[in-house]
């Protein structure tokens, strides 16, 4: 079976620092995804995680422990255009990505 | 790199009805996925192909979708008498191959049944 979870909503202030979790329960992994979402826009690739640890992006950061079926994302010095829905997605042992249902992330000023 | 282009953007049709939607992906991405999502959720797999080859199909993909990729590039997902549970956004992706390839995405067709 397959299980990932995220925060349905979050909201954070401009020039703030934020840290959307997910968590996954499934039967392979073969590594884990961060895409960002805009309203009625296509996903867009932000990271990716195979091994333990952190990996850096400019703004953003994503971290992964495979032990604990979890990973996060952080996202730092927040702009207004970081507000989206940001999906978390897990490669089992297969090709395709399972999604999780995304955490809508709004930056207020 | 145009991206992933979809065609059309909006499709409404009566329930009943025949619908196809057109894929063309990055040009030297051999492996091609079509996804569904419905408003509040993630993505959904329903297939993909790997060039002309279909490899995978989801439990999700009743005997009423049918999906091809004649000559490895562009794809169609065709979805014959429309119900409204079909109603939904039709993602296609593209990657190269390799497990740590990332899928890159068109802005889907938004398909309303009435």
């Known amino acids: 079976g397959q299980n990932i979870d995220q925060p349905t909503e979050m909201t954070a202030t401009e020039g703030a620092i934020v840290q959307i979790n997910c968590t996954y329960q499934t039967s392979g992994f073969n590594g884990l995804f961060w895409y960002q979402q805009h309203a009625g826009e296509a996903p867009t690739f932000l990271s990716y995680n195979v091994l333990d640890g952190l990996e850096e992006k400019g703004r953003f950061s994503s971290f992964l422990s495979r032990s604990k079926g979890y990973s996060y994302l952080l996202l730092k010095e927040l702009q207004m255009k970081d507000s989206a829905s940001y999906l978390c997605?897990?490669?089992?042992?297969?090709?395709?990505?399972?999604f999780g249902k995304g955490t809508r992330l709004s930056v207020i000023a | 790199d145009t991206g992933v282009s979809q065609d059309p953007r909006h499709k409404i049709t009566k329930r009943g009805q025949n619908v196809t939607f057109r894929c063309d992906p990055i040009s030297e991405h051999n492996r091609l996925y079509w996804y569904r999502q419905t408003l509040g959720q993630g993505p959904e797999f329903l297939t993909y192909f790997q060039n002309e080859a279909q490899l995978e199909k989801s439990r999700l993909l009743s005997d009423r979708f049918s999906a091809e990729r004649p000559k490895g590039s562009f794809s169609t997902l065709e979805i014959q008498r429309t119900e409204q549970g079909d109603s939904a956004m039709y993602l296609c992706a593209s990657s190269p191959d390799g497990s740590n390839q990332p899928q890159h995405f068109g802005d889907g067709t938004r398909l309303s049944i009435l």
């Open positions: 997605a897990v490669r089992e042992s297969g090709t395709p990505l399972v």
